[in-house]
C-alpha cells in the first residue's frame, strides 16, 4: 500500500513540475510573439505613412527629390526597450517624411535627438546619436544609454 502512494505522489510532482515547466516555456514564447507584433505594428505604422506620402506626391504630378522614409535603428539595448525607442525616435522625426532633402539642415538629427531623455520598458535610457545618413531613406542609429539614479 505504502509503495502505491510513492508511486502516486511520485507522478503526482512530475505532473506538477511538468505543468509549471510548460508554463514557463509558454510565457516566454508569448514573450517572444508579442515583441514581434509590436515591431510589425510599428513597420505597418512606418509603411502606411510612407505609402500615404507617395499617393500624395504622385497626385501632385511632379516628384521632388525628398525624404521617403526614415529607419530608426537602435543599439545598446534590446528587446521591448529597443522596439519603445524606435518608436520614440520615428514618433520624433515624424515631420522629415516628405520634407525636400536640400532643406534639411545636416545638423538637425543631432540637436533633436543628442541627449534626448526617453522612458522604455520601465528604464530611463539618454539617446547618442552615432548615424545620420540624408537621402530618400534615411538611416538614424541612435545608441541608448542607461542613465542611473
Known amino acids: 500500500m ?16 511538468g505543468g509549471g515547466i510548460t508554463a ?40 521632388t527629390q525628398s525624404v521617403h522614409t526614415v529607419t530608426v535603428r537602435v ?16 514618433d520624433v522625426l515624424s515631420a522629415v ?8 539642415d545636416p545638423g538637425l538629427f543631432h540637436d533633436v535627438l543628442s541627449g534626448r531623455l526617453v522612458s522604455a520598458d520601465g528604464n530611463l535610457y539618454r539617446l547618442e546619436l552615432t548615424t545620420a545618413v540624408i537621402a530618400p531613406e534615411c538611416l538614424v542609429t541612435v545608441r541608448a544609454l542607461s542613465v542611473s539614479e
Do not use: C, N, Y
Open 24 to 63: 514557463l516555456i509558454t510565457a516566454h514564447r508569448v514573450e517572444m510573439l508579442t515583441l514581434a507584433r509590436d515591431s510589425a505594428r510599428l513597420d505597418l505604422s512606418a509603411k502606411s505613412a510612407e505609402l500615404r506620402r507617395i499617393e500624395a506626391e504622385l497626385a501632385k504630378g511632379h516628384p
Open 2 to 17: 505504502t509503495r502505491l502512494r510513492l508511486i502516486v505522489a511520485a507522478f503526482v510532482v512530475g505532473l506538477v513540475a
Open 97 to 104: 517624411p516628405g520634407m525636400p532633402i536640400s532643406r534639411i
Open 75 to 90: 543599439t545598446g539595448v534590446g528587446g521591448r526597450a529597443a522596439i519603445e525607442i524606435e518608436k520614440a525616435v520615428q
